[in-house]
């Protein structure tokens, strides 16, 4: 159950329901967290909020440290702490490769290579793919690559709009296309 949830489940204390330190307490949230208003964002804040959005948009990779640094060049005394906060109310972060990406999850299964043994005598028998993206201005750009393994200069490369629209698909070096193409 949510934060918000639970704090929609406190009742006003009365005779009939528990005090409100009771209840917060049986729903594992603090006191003051009923008495909080979130503040509004002030005019300064929502500008910051503009150049900042504009910044992640021209240079994706850049952090707080840069984006601070790039604030006071324009000329905005801000710090580092109120930079990393409006991008996390803006839902930004820095584009980077992460940490153990290349690990299996808890419970992932490792599944038995269907190859082995197989002799490829002729076309079209096995195929290869691999997917990736490549960040834009709105979204991203879906690349998918499928590469036939006996003749590997058979590849068929189609890129596909982060919205599904525009789908381009070729076969460089003459090589025929994907078995479901012809």
Known sequence: MSRAQRLAMIEPSSSDNPSLRRQCQLLGISRSSLYYQRRELLAEDLMLMRLIDEEHLRTP?????????????LGYRVNRKRTRRLMRRMGLQAVYP??????PGKGHRIYPYLQRGLTIDQPNPIWATDIGYIPMARGFMYLVAIIGLAQPTSAVLASIEYLGHGLLHRCPGGGPGPPWSS
């Open 61 to 73: 990779v850049y952090g707080t440290r840069r984006i601070t640094a790039h604030l006071n060049r």
């Open 98 to 103: 992460r940490p153990r990406t290349s690990q």
